[in-house]
């Protein structure tokens, strides 16, 4: 069978359940902008998105002010962070509830969640909870996460950074909900498992996280006026896309982890790929949620997701995302349990290297000065190299080669005496697979931190010497 | 008298000399400056003979501060605007670029850096200005890329400066022979206005000549000659003086100095000559409107001089090529021209060095009413042989102390297309005033 057959023989389901709750694959909308209306859930879901949470709901719509939004652009790809100041629904809560129903209505295979957030008075949160579930959802979130404007009026952030409130609106909601009941929890907390916890006592049957983190977008530097504004004044908003997933996973993977919490996740925070979302999950989250990418280009992206997603599944050998939920938790540990004795060192590919001196630049002024930078005469440079042809070109009569100068090319090599392994130029090399790091085999057993404080107690190992550079 | 083509109107003139790189907008210059990697010991600036801190330049228009990468421009070469429209930059810092190796394809570095240039000049910032007086002097003999940038610099540094120039305007080749259709005379002219601003003492129309240069030395504290290079040679065949022949940068310089409609242009055209000079008289022909346009070279195309993008932009206006073709003889009718007559040659041996051997009774005439003489520019002989003492090299180029601008002179230094070993473009012109300004400087102060 070739390649081709083979890929199309392995069939893969995306499908999942999550507390019970079945959809079509894992991917969800977060409770935010795309999902505050009928119209656009129902475009998203024709889209292919697997779920969504509605747009947090209260009794009463807010008021927003304008403008709302701020971004982070990096060297030209605009939005790699985004904040926003606005606050939940804005539309009343009856236009709410009977578009939650038509939506059910029509698609009953969906997993829709609706987000609630309420002032804290036990009869108030019950009240919305019967509505909610009266109109059909098929599970609510509670939004303990909303860390601006909100907070200020006693709820979102303001319940979801204490424990103890955390705790009582679960148990609230939980005496009178009769489908799941998600807590979205805030990262602007010191340790995220003291709010997991407490919403695991109070009764929840999973965990979404992370919401939007505090944050300042900006200062214009025209008008020295804080980013969004306001009529000239600014407020602290909460930070979302891509710069947050590495903090989403760390929290994911906290949550995931914790003995005494082990909820289904669903997981948040960055998510703009496949590959975000496939992190997300194999270090915990049986769900994802998106939102940034979708408010950046729309409901469309979920195809792209979907494919990437069941391509590498296959390449895997995985059917089912259940397979793969959680395969990597377990992998994070604390740093006092790494291998002190595993040796990675960098290794230059000068075949592939294309001479720009990042790697050098970086190791020398910012890490541990190993790297060697030699000037090749060009006539040496093009003997040594295997695709010296394609380095040069003729113009007229006379030949030139790229990557030269004033009759000479940089050749950087590593010093892997004194590499430390730090991973750095690796990072910063612009040529794929050019600098990789090599494990070196010292003929150590492994052994970690604890391990080497016993053994020096012991007096059976001697102290690690420092780098020799240093 | 000879057929003369049809002209074409004055805005199909336009068209045709319009820019052939235009300007970048904002965004475009936004996103071509973020595939720039900043690279260390960078091969562009390297390969730029001016050095110019080219990532640096690039990454502060990422960074909005184009008045900042300007200055960082200018900081290194003053005719930095020029030369972001007229350097041949395949060769030099876009042709070193590491994003060829990567993506196959250099960061577009003159264009960024017209968009910074202009950008400042938008904003008229004056960044430089005349140092306090020294009281010495120094006079100057050619007011071209490298004159310029030698005044400019005396000045920063104080010293008095008196410029001498042969022309009625101010700039040298790089506002007269530069083609009209990379740097239109306008932006050539009001790089040379910058530079006036610096308090220099212009004399326009005020040729020197060799023997008055010692009257000057003794006049100054020293003497910068930058008198560049003389006309093309002469083909030395019959018939060059027939009317309708025309030398290649006079045809050339009648592009800036005279409105093109009034360019004499034939129908059919022939251009004698295989260097970039060859190259720039054939796009100006065809773009004035002539029929044909022909490149008759007596090598083949892999030994041609010119660079493979002037080249290859010749090939795109029309222009066609007959090469191993060896002039013989202008044929005139009416002392008019009338047709090229030609004989065919064969290269006996490999490349730069092979040599070029007639083919016995291959004779043949290329029809046309118009030739451009456009072979290597020559020394300006008279002037240099006039002066006692000056040290020449075999081709008569002034020999001088690369570090300095120093001649065998004392007091006199020199700079441009007439040093040796001259890199015939502005920029090395704008890097020989640089140094010779500097070894100047030093030599007074
Ligand atoms: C057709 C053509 C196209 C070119 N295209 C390009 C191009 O696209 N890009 C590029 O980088 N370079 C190009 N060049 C080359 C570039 O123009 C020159 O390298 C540069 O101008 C040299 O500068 P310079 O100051 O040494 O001499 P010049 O620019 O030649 O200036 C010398 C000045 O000295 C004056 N002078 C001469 N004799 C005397 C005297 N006795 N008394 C007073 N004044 C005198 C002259 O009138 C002139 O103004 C081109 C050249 C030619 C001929
Ligand atoms: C404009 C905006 C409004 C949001 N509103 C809500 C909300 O009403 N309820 C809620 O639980 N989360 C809200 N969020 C948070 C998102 O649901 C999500 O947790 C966060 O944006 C992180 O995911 P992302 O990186 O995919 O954007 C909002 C986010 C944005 C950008
Ligand atoms: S891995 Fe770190 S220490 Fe080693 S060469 Fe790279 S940057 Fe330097
Ligand atoms: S960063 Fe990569 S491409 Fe650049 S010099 Fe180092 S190894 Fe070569
Ligand atoms: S060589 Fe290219 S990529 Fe490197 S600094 Fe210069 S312009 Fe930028």
């Given amino acids: 069978m070739n390649d081709r057959s083979q890929h199309d023989a392995q069939a893969i389901d995306l499908s999942i359940e999550f507390c019970g709750v079945k959809a079509p694959n894992p991917f969800w909308l977060a409770s935010a902008p795309p999902t505050n209306s009928e119209y656009q859930i129902r475009r998203a879901f024709e889209a292919g998105w697997g779920g969504a949470v509605w747009k947090t709901i209260n009794q009463e719509p807010i008021v927003n002010v304008s403008s709302r939004y701020g971004a982070i652009d990096y060297d030209g790809r605009k939005i790699v962070g985004l904040n926003n100041i606005e606050l939940i629904t804005d539309r009343t809560l009856e236009v709410n509830l009977r578009e939650i129903a038509n939506v059910k209505r029509d698609f009953p295979g969906h997993a829709l969640f609706v987000s609630l957030m309420v002032e804290s008075k036990r009869e108030v949160w019950h009240d919305i909870v019967k509505q909610t579930e009266d109109a059909g959802a098929d599970g609510l979130e509670l939004n303990f996460g909303c860390p601006h404007g909100m907070s200020e009026r006693g709820m979102g952030a303001a319940v979801g950074q204490v424990p103890e409130y955390t705790q009582m609106i679960v148990e609230w909601v939980k005496e009178v909900a009769r489908t799941p009941v998600i807590v979205k929890l805030t990262p602007n907390i010191t340790d995220v498992r003291a709010t997991g916890r407490a919403a695991k006592q109070g009764g929840a049957d999973a965990i979404s996280l992370i919401n939007t983190i505090n944050s300042v977008m900006g200062v214009d530097l025209d008008t020295l006026c804080p980013k969004p504004e306001v009529g000239g004044l600014g407020s602290h908003g909460g ?5 947050v997933k590495p903090i989403a996973l760390h929290m994911v993977s906290q949550i995931a982890s914790d003995p005494e919490i082990r909820l289904p996740i669903s997981g948040i925070g960055g998510i703009q790929t496949w590959q975000d979302a496939t992190e997300h999950m194999l270090l915990g989250a049986g769900s994802v949620q998106v939102c940034t990418a979708v408010m950046h280009y729309g409901f469309r992206i979920v195809e792209e997701m979907i494919s ?3 391509n590498w599944m296959r390449k895997q050998g995985y059917h089912s995302p259940a397979e793969f939920v959680g395969a990597s938790t377990d992998r994070i540990r604390t740093w006092n349990e790494l291998d002190l004795n595993h040796k990675v060192v960098a290794e230059i590919d000068e075949d592939k290297c294309i001479n720009c001196g990042l790697c050098y630049i970086a190791c020398e002024d910012g890490c541990h000065q190993s790297i060697n930078i030699e000037q090749v005469p060009e006539k040496e440079f093009l ?12 113009s007229g009569t006379q030949r030139y080669v790229h990557g030269a100068g004033e009759g000479y090319v940089n050749r950087f090599t590593i010093n892997q005496e004194t590499c430390v392994g730090c991973n750095m130029c690796s990072l910063i090399c612009p040529v794929a697979d050019c600098i990789t790091m090599i494990q070196i085999d010292n003929g150590k057993a492994p052994m970690n931190y604890q391990q080497y404080q016993e053994g020096l107690a012991a007096g059976t190992i001697s102290k690690i010497e420092p780098p020799q550079h240093a | 008298m000879a057929k003369t083509a049809t002209k074409p ?17 904002s965004d475009e210059a936004r996103a071509e400056a973020a595939r720039c990697l900043y690279c260390f010991d960078a091969p562009c600036i390297r390969a730029c003979p001016t050095h110019i801190d080219i990532p640096s330049f690039i990454r502060k228009i990422s960074h ?3 008045l900042g990468s300007a200055k960082t421009i200018l900081d290194a070469n003053i005719f930095g605007g020029s030369c972001a429209r007229v350097c041949p930059t395949d060769v030099l810092c876009e ?6 190796t990567l993506l196959k394809d250099p960061v577009q570095i003159g264009r960024l850096q017209r968009f910074a240039c202009d950008a400042a000049e938008a904003a008229e910032v004056q960044f430089y200005h005349p140092g306090q007086s020294t009281g010495r002097s120094v006079a100057i003999i050619g007011a071209g890329p490298a004159g310029l940038t030698c005044a400019h610099d005396l000045r920063k540094a104080g010293h008095r400066v008196t410029m001498l120039e042969a022309r009625s305007v101010a700039g040298g080749l790089n506002t007269v022979g530069i083609a009209a259709y990379k740097m239109p005379t306008e932006y050539a002219l009001s790089e040379v206005d910058r530079i006036l601003r610096m308090e220099i003492d212009l004399r326009l129309k005020h040729p020197v000549g060799g023997s008055a240069l010692a009257g000057l030395l003794e006049e100054h504290d020293a ?15 019959p018939g060059e003086n027939l009317k309708g022949v025309h030398e290649s940068l006079e045809f050339i310089s009648q592009t800036h100095t005279v409105a093109l409609t009034k360019c004499p242009i034939g129908r059919q055209v022939v251009v004698i000559g295989g260097g970039n000079t060859a190259i720039d008289a054939a796009n100006a022909a065809i773009r004035l409107g002539a029929e044909s346009v022909t490149i008759a070279y007596r090598r083949d195309e892999a030994s041609m001089p010119a660079f493979t993008h002037e080249y290859e932009l010749a090939l795109d206006s029309g222009v066609r090529f007959e090469w191993l073709s060896k002039p013989k003889r202008i044929i005139g009718k009416a002392g008019e021209v009338s047709g090229l007559r030609c004989i065919r040659t064969r290269l006996d041996g490999k490349g730069r060095k092979a040599k070029v051997v007639a083919v016995g009774k291959s004779d043949f005439t290329i029809p046309c009413d118009m030739v451009i003489k456009a072979l290597g520019q020559e020394v300006l002989h008279d002037f240099l042989s006039a002066i006692p003492k000056l040290k020449l090299d075999k081709k008569g180029r002034v020999v001088v102390d690369p570090e300095t601008g120093a001649t065998s002179i004392p007091k006199l230094f ?9 890199g015939e473009e502005v920029v090395n012109a704008v890097q020989t005033g640089k140094i010779g300004a500097a070894g100047i400087n030093k030599m007074l102060t």
């Fill in chain 2, 9 to 25: 109107s004055l805005k199909k003139l336009k068209q045709n000399f319009a820019e052939v790189h235009p300007p970048l907008a």
């Fill in chain 1, 308 to 310: 990437g997603m069941s």
């Fill in chain 2, 64 to 66: 909005d501060d184009l």
């Fill in chain 1, 239 to 243: 930070y979302c896309g891509p710069a």
């Fill in chain 1, 383 to 394: 003997k040594a190299h295997k695709d010296g042809v394609d380095r040069t070109f003729l």
């Fill in chain 2, 223 to 237: 003497v910068f000659l930058a008198i560049g290079l003389g006309q093309t040679a002469p083909l030395g065949i």
């Fill in chain 2, 414 to 422: 020199a700079g441009g297309d007439c040093q040796k070993d001259a």
């Fill in chain 2, 95 to 100: 042709g070193a670029c590491v994003d060829n």
